[in-house]
């Protein structure tokens, strides 16, 4: 199992950015994806969902209405779109396999909101 | 949301000592409890799932036990490479909240 996000950078608030996470060896289709953020020194915050076989989406609070999470089965791939970008948004960006339990977690990408 | 709350948020220890962490949950999740470790600058680990199943390759010297809405983490006998965080996620319902972190530091 690989898991390997793309696509952060430096973005001006109220900017936006697209996050990107290309998985293999497994099943993708059959499985949900999470994404989770840390921000610098701080603890692990879920932020968005998206269930494989029910498509269904979830987002934390703080990121509803600016955060777009989708999938793109046939290529294997994750995605967040991000709008409206906060600086509170700087953060490391993991995806995890999600079956309830994160047992694979891509490195990161590192998301900077700053002007 | 269901709420997770860790205790305590740092723990400064010793090797060869014994330490527990607590977590909370702010109604009662069964065992859909999972910990994780992570070392600065590295991904979150698996640790154990469902309460207190170790994950694969995970040392003995780890155990986690509780139900409803209270948890431990117990690490006997600290190891130089135990010292991270750790984090509680609860998988009752979602979203799959974690605990703020403990911070276990020499």
């Known amino acids: 199992v690989q898991l390997l996000e793309s696509g952060g950078g430096l973005v001006q608030p109220g900017g936006s950015l697209r996050l990107s996470c290309a998985a293999s060896?497994?099943?993708?289709?059959?499985?949900?994806m999470t994404w989770v953020r840390q921000a610098p020194g701080e603890g692990l915050e879920w932020v968005s969902s998206?269930?494989?076989?029910?498509?269904?989406?979830y987002y934390a609070e703080s990121v509803k209405g600016r955060f777009t999470i989708s999938r793109d089965d046939s290529k294997s791939t994750l995605y967040l779109q991000m709008s409206s970008l906060r600086v509170e948004d700087t953060a490391l960006y993991y995806c995890?396999?999600?079956?309830?339990?994160?047992?694979?977690w891509g490195q990161g990408t590192l998301v900077i909101v700053s002007s | 949301d269901i709420q997770m709350t860790q205790s305590p948020s740092s723990l400064s220890a010793s090797v060869g000592d014994r330490v527990t962490i607590t977590c909370r949950s702010s109604?009662?999740?069964?065992?859909?409890l999972n910990w994780y470790y992570q070392k600065p600058g590295r991904a979150p680990n698996l640790l154990i799932f469902?309460?207190?199943t170790l994950s694969s390759g995970v040392p003995s010297r780890f155990s986690a036990s509780g139900s409803g809405t209270e948890f431990t983490l117990t690490i006997t006998s600290l190891q130089p490479e135990d010292f991270a965080s750790y984090y509680c996620?609860?998988?009752?319902?979602?979203?799959?909240?974690f605990g703020q972190g403990t911070k276990l530091e020499i």
């Open positions: 996620q609860q998988n009752y319902d979602r979203p799959y909240t």
């Open positions: 060896g497994f099943p993708f289709t059959n499985f949900d």
């Open positions: 998206f269930t494989g076989r029910s498509r269904r989406t």
């Open positions: 109604q009662s999740i069964s065992s859909y």
């Open positions: 469902g309460g207190s």
């Open positions: 995890a396999r999600d079956s309830g339990v994160y047992e694979y």
